[in-house]
């Protein structure tokens, strides 16, 4: 079954750096657009970063310059490099498949996510 694990959350204060990685439990021949959202406290959960396997990348603007997402396909690992950090960018920043395929250029069952989202890593900045 193909899920998404999450790590690299933690505390951090203002102006440090954190990198988040994100592993797809499926074989190399799936191929896989992610994106990372978060959610603040009590907001709703919002875009941050996307990257395709064959390397487009979009970034929030609020994060445009200090975060820069890179993606291992032979690893089916997104990161997320996250710099300049503030206490705005406090939240819980969840990846996500956008797209699943394979490198064949069709889709084969084993390669597709019961559920595209990932259980979530905490991100916390303290002034």
């Known amino acids: 079954q193909v899920r998404l694990a999450e790590s690299g959350g933690g505390s951090v204060q203002a102006g440090g750096s954190l990198r988040l990685a994100c592993t797809v439990s499926a074989g190399t021949h799936c191929k896989y657009d992610m994106s990372w959202y978060r959610k603040p406290p009590g907001q709703e959960r919002e875009f941050v970063s996307s990257s395709t396997a064959d390397g487009g990348t979009d970034y929030a603007d609020s994060v445009k310059g200090r975060f820069a997402i890179s993606q291992d396909n032979a690893k089916n690992t997104v990161f997320l490099q996250m710099n300049q950090l503030q206490p705005e960018d406090t939240a819980m920043y969840y990846c996500?498949?956008?797209?699943?395929?394979?490198?064949?250029?069709?889709?084969?069952?084993?390669?597709?996510?019961?559920?595209?989202w990932g259980q979530g890593t905490m991100v916390t900045v303290s002034s």
């Open positions: 996500k498949i956008d797209h699943s395929t394979s490198w064949w250029g069709w889709e084969p069952p084993e390669c597709t996510p019961s559920d595209p």
